[in-house]
């Protein structure tokens, strides 16, 4: 190695500032005596520091001047986020407002875009502090983590409900800014930003946004025709291009994110999280029991879900993983509200066929593919009794509306995984199991909203929107494992 590969060798070596205060520091220690024994701000500080942060410290470069040290910037983020302060200006103000914050900081004021910029930093390390903190809990024997349930909120992005556009519009939008380029005319729309690098980066967004609405046309030519939408008529939201469209849980149609959470039953830790652009549930249980296999170390046996959660495929993912899922199965329909639902039916499996209340069997007509809201199809069979059998039916006018036709029932391909469920939900010990479910992961999503202030995300984008939901996850785990720790055997 020369010389001068050995000093930039030796250069590049992240260097980090050391803070203003040392823990015995007069001025800290003033800040200290101010706050209770088991204030917020000593209780993250203990939980942070029994995280190995290492990979954290190796992300700097180590070039321009020393940083500000990581872990004194993660302990006062989560005590922020933990007090529902989401945004890095926040914390920029707080750090020279708040003693907690201050005290936790060891004096340093890191600069504001120091505070944005390790939001972006830290963010792809939050997946592994968590899994820490979940595999000391189940090492300490504080849970099994093998009991769980999930449920999703959607929660409003950082994105006007009012400016959604199409893509005509997107496209008009592009043509205008390549025509301005780096000029400062007065003619320009009220909609373009007034300097240069802010057309560029209304640009950069546009673009994004036109390969998100591409994605979302290609979801809808997906979907089976009656849910279909005009594809001209499709919006998408140029300030949070990923967010998707919705509305939420007060009815107002704006772009959203969908926030998904596996609590542990057994205490008030959190499992698995996911955030999806996605308005809807479908397809979330596979997803979300792979994250917490991943976090955990293992998977569940049991997980309590509502009824967004049964269906077919949410079902299949499940029992392809070992997981014994428990849930309400939907409702019937208002068709089957004018005749006999398919549980008056008895399936004969040896057979393949159905048997009407009368006797009558329901032989096999035709399989077909039907799409679904979520992804993919699934695969259906209809069975069908011969009109011969229907018309001098006394049951007729309760069974069909159309007995000259037959009565006609459908069986989908995870049709015995409904079953199951139907079966299992029946039981004493289900019905028990799952008054479980409102006291834990609809608990945590209540307090995230009420006390947490989680309405709207702070950052644009799914990767900092993620960020985000991963350092609410890390906060309240972190206080949870030392709360159970202080309780008596």
């Not at 250069?11 to 917020?40: I, K, M, V, Y």
């Not at 005749?339 to 008895?346: D, E, H, M, N």
């Not at 989908?412 to 139907?422: G, N």
């Amino acid at each position: 190695m020369t010389l001068l590969s050995a000093g930039t060798a030796a250069n590049s070596r992240p260097h980090f500032a050391p803070p203003p205060w040392t823990d015995d520091d007069p001025r800290r220690q003033e800040l200290g005596d101010r706050l209770p024994a088991n204030h917020l701000a000593r209780r993250i500080d203990q939980g942070v520091a029994r995280l190995d942060l290492s990979m954290v410290f190796a992300a700097y470069a180590g070039t321009g001047s020393p940083a500000h040290p990581p872990d004194l910037l993660l302990r006062a983020v989560l005590y922020e986020v933990r007090r529902g302060q989401h945004s890095p200006a926040a914390w920029h103000r707080d750090a020279h407002e708040s003693e907690p914050i201050r005290w936790l900081l060891r004096g340093c004021t890191p600069a504001r875009s120091c505070w944005y910029t390790f939001r972006d930093r830290i963010g792809p390390y939050l997946d592994e502090l968590n899994r820490q903190v979940l595999h000391q809990a189940v090492a300490q024997g504080l849970t099994l983590a093998t009991r769980g349930a999930l449920d999703g909120t959607v929660v409003a992005a950082n994105a006007s409900r009012r400016r959604m556009v199409k893509a005509a519009t997107l496209v008009e939008r592009l043509s205008l800014l390549a025509v301005f380029g780096t000029t400062n005319g007065n003619r320009r729309p009220a909609w373009m930003a007034r300097t240069a690098i802010g057309r560029r980066w209304q640009q950069r967004r546009l673009q994004r946004a036109q390969v998100r609405l591409v994605e979302l046309q290609a979801q809808n030519r997906a979907r089976k025709k009656s849910k279909q939408r005009v594809a001209e008529w499709m919006k998408v939201s140029p300030a949070d291009p990923d967010a998707a469209l919705g509305k939420d849980k007060d009815g107002i149609f704006r772009p959203l994110f969908n926030v998904q959470l596996v609590d542990d039953l057994d205490s008030m830790l959190v499992l698995g999280y996911a955030v999806l652009n996605q308005p809807n549930d479908a397809g979330a249980v596979g997803p979300l029991l792979t994250r917490v296999a991943t976090l955990v170390g293992h998977q569940l046996d049991i997980l309590l879900v509502d009824t967004a959660y049964t269906g077919g495929p949410d079902l299949a993912a499940a029992a392809g993983m070992g997981v014994t899922l428990y849930g309400p199965l939907p409702k019937d329909g208002a068709r089957a509200a004018k005749q006999f639902p398919k549980s008056r039916f008895t399936w004969l499996v040896d057979e393949g066929a159905y048997v009407c209340p009368q006797g009558h069997r329901l032989a096999y007509t035709a399989s077909s593919r039907n799409k679904r809201s979520g992804p993919g199809s699934v695969l259906t069979h209809s069975y069908r009794c011969p009109p011969t059998y229907c018309m001098p039916c006394p049951l007729a006018r309760d069974c069909t509306p159309r007995p000259d036709q037959g009565r006609t029932v459908s069986r989908s391909e995870f049709e015995e995984l409904v079953e199951a469920l139907r079966e299992r939900m029946n039981g004493v010990e289900a019905k028990e199991l799952y008054r479980l479910r409102h006291r834990t992961v609809e608990l945590i999503a209540a307090d995230w909203k009420e006390h947490r202030k989680l309405r709207r995300f702070s950052g644009r984008g799914l990767a900092r929107v993620r960020c985000q939901v991963a350092l609410m996850v890390l906060a309240q785990n972190l206080l949870n494992i030392r709360l159970q720790e202080q309780k008596p055997p």
